[in-house]
């Protein structure tokens, strides 16, 4: 009889890679041990608040006032509300270490951030995996778009994807539902901007919403999207893509998956008799109690800092500075995205229209600048986001009123709508750097034991360079457009709202200059496989979780393959 606390893969982490990963093992026949920090959460049933009418919530959907003083930095994000503050991680239940300014976002439960994620899903480019070789940073991918296109194809069959065939070369197309309509506005500024650039393109942004079902969707048990766009509380009906909806179960049908929630790991087992990693050490969330598991691959995908967290506080004999880091460069070149700024203005034009109804997602612009060539005084590039709306009713053209007038206003039901309003947020590409790097605190600790995770990350004269350069460019395409009341502003808030943690672990073809090889391997310890955020070696502009699912899914697969052939084990 086996061993119980032996299985053939163990997966730490459960959300938007980790269930790739277990859902990729456990088909291929694995029994699989997929540990999660946090607490199950069941699809449908663990939403609680997924039908909720707003006057049904206590505080109308907003965050009570103590709970908000008492965790500033989650309350920053843009989707902690009422509605879905039970799926995020509160300040003051996890600390950590800021050397610099650092707002870190996390859900610890089964799915992880997968249930609140913004479900943007662009595929990247060989204009990104080229980037670090051709623009001298970082290190060079030890990949190529080919080798990633067959599996964004795979994992967006599965996941859902609408989106138009848009044909453009900097952001390659995928296998797609149906796409929602743009507004009438971001048309014109779709055909201004087609007309007056080259190199310009608004697009419909594409997500991860199920607009037509196929038969693999309906097999999962999941419909339609109602555009509902509560997406944040968790679906019922399966609508958009989370781990809780689709990898997780899918993997739990085939009989071979073992999930353990409140499992914190503390760190990998290295055996230096057998030069390999044999295992993981668990902390009971609940009891404290700890216990070790085996098996002969493991996977990583802890979420890019607790990634990280893990490694480094992997020691042994053969790996005293943490597993896998004879290069010193673990907890390095970690990187972000740049949010800062955004823009907006009005538009008197096409005022016999209006927007009603709800949809997914808006539209994109994809990155123009330092694509083809050189063309500014910073590297690399930004995207940018696109809304045009105009609502009616409920005191439209109230803005300014006050006291009786302003009340009147309100009460009008088909009353004046005003201008469209337009907005538009920087996507910036960061340049993952040395100095930039999360490493273990060598005194304090949670109540787990573990070493809080101290941050040392901030942005460069590289960013500020680029989002005067968004305002200016954004500006000047507003302007063609014949949009009025531009105003740009940076928020000056610090990395991290984002969400997009990445690197410090990085892939590479040197072990010298990285950690994970082309299959994301430790480079000394192939058989601990990390693919999430913590993997990636530069940022791009693109909302990275596409890609993250297009390399779990890879890299479980090799793993397989890499196992039939004795080579792990």
Known sequence: MPDKNTFDAIVIGSGMSGGWSAKELCEKGLKTLLLERGRDVKHIKDYPTTNMLPWEFPHRGQVPYEIAKDNPVITRCYAFKEDAMHFFTKDTEHPYVQEKPFDWIRGYQVGGKSIMWARQTQRWSDFDFEGPARDGFATDWPVRYKDIAPWYSYVEKFAGIAGNKDGVDTLPDGEFLPPWELTCVENHFKETMSKSYKDRHVIFARCAHITKPEPIHIEQGRAQCQARNLCQRGCPFGGYFNANSTTIPWAEKTGNLTLRPHSVVHSIIYDDAKGKATG??????????????????????????????????????????????????????????????????????????????????????????????????????????????????????????????????LMETDGPMGPWNIGSQCMGETIPKETNYVALDTEKKDEWGMPLIKFNVSFDDNDEKMLLDFKEQMTEMYEKAGFTDIKATDSKQA???????????????????????????????????????????????????????????????HAVEELKKGALK
């Not at 927007?355 to 330092?370: C, I, L, Q």
């Not at 083809?372 to 696109?386: H, I, N, S, V």
């Not at 997009?500 to 892939?507: A, D, N």
């Not at 391997?521 to 890609?547: E, F, R, Y």
Request: aromatic content about 10%; glycine content about 12%; overall charge positive.
């Open 495 to 557: 990395p991290g709202l984002d969400i997009h943690e990445m690197g410090g672990v990085r892939m590479g073809k040197d072990k010298k200059t990285s950690l994970l090889n082309g299959w994301n391997q430790l480079h000394d310890c192939p058989n601990v496989i990390v693919s999430d955020g913590a993997c990636m070696t530069s940022t791009a502009t693109q909302n990275p979780s596409l890609t993250y699912m297009a390399l779990a899914a890879r890299a479980a697969n």
């Open 280 to 409: 993981v050490r668990v902390i009971d969330a609940k009891t404290h109690e700890a216990t070790e598991y085996f098996a002969n691959v493991i996977f990583i995908n802890a979420c890019a800092i607790n990634t990280n967290l893990i490694l480094l506080n992997s020691t042994s004999k053969r790996f005293p500075n943490g597993l896998g880091n004879d290069s010193g460069l673990l907890g390095k070149y970690f990187a972000f995205h740049n949010y800062r700024a955004r823009i907006t203005a009005k538009y008197d034009g096409m005022l016999d229209f209006k927007t009603e109804g709800g949809r997914a997602s808006g539209a994109y612009v994809p990155r123009f600048r330092n694509v083809y060539k050189q063309e500014t005084d910073f590297l690399r590039g930004y995207a940018a986001t696109f809304n045009a709306n105009r609502w009616g009713g409920g005191g439209g053209g109230s803005e300014g009123l006050f006291g009786e007038e302003l009340k009147n206003k």
